[in-house]
């Protein structure tokens, strides 16, 4: 796979606080960026389920949801692929010319039937637009397409090291920055 520009993947176990991570890096950039931002859904103590939304959106679409039946669902939710698909889709497609930097949080198992988010997922890879994103380390599908030689600076977050590796996420990130070319979204 060939990329145009250098790109930062974000990975580990469920729980470890890559998400907070994004976030903290995203308040600490001041460069024009845009993305998709998968939430959890809250009901009582646990998770519902999963919806979709933009850096400028508050509501969500709901593309998951608590699967009672257990059957078809990834692990326990049930996943509306069309759904997902029509927004992830729209967002990831969605990319304005000021833009310098792509942020996904989070890819996982749930998008591995989303042929259409996928398509355009690996184009921003391979785009002069940096990406920055989470991938869960669960998501084979990812893993086997991307390995250290493919352009992608890959960071994988612990409860040991997240306070310490924002540093050199954000170093890697204000480097990837600094030589990228001014993007056009033209792809």
């Keep these: ?4 520009s250098e790109n930062i993947l974000l990975t580990g176990e469920k729980g470890v606080g890559k998400s907070t991570l994004i ?4 308040d600490s950039i001041s460069v024009p960026y845009q993305g998709l931002f998968t939430e959890r859904i ?11 939304k933009n850096e400028r959106e508050r509501s969500l679409k709901i593309f998951a949801y608590e699967n009672n039946f257990k059957k078809d669902g990834y692990y326990r939710y049930l996943v509306d692929i069309d759904a ?4 992830g889709h729209a967002i ?11 942020v996904i949080d989070e890819i996982g198992i749930m998008e591995r039937e989303a042929d259409r ?3 355009r997922f690996w184009q921003l890879l391979q785009s ?7 991938v869960q380390k669960r998501a084979k599908y990812i893993w086997d397409q991307v390995d250290s030689n493919s352009g992608c600076r890959i960071f994988e977050i612990t409860r040991e090291n997240r306070d ?9 990130l204000n480097e990837i920055l600094s030589r990228s070319k001014h993007y056009r979204a033209n792809f």
């Design 1 to 4: 796979m060939d990329f145009l």
């Design 92 to 102: 990831l497609s969605s990319v304005r010319p000021e833009t310098k930097l792509f």
């Design 23 to 26: 976030s903290t890096i995203l």
């Design 128 to 134: 002069p637009l940096p990406l920055l994103a989470v």
């Design 117 to 119: 988010f996928l398509e």
């Design 84 to 87: 997902f698909e029509n927004r």
């Design 164 to 172: 310490s590796i924002a540093k050199n996420i954000l170093l890697s």
């Design 42 to 52: 809250f009901k009582g103590q646990g998770v519902y389920g999963f919806g979709l």
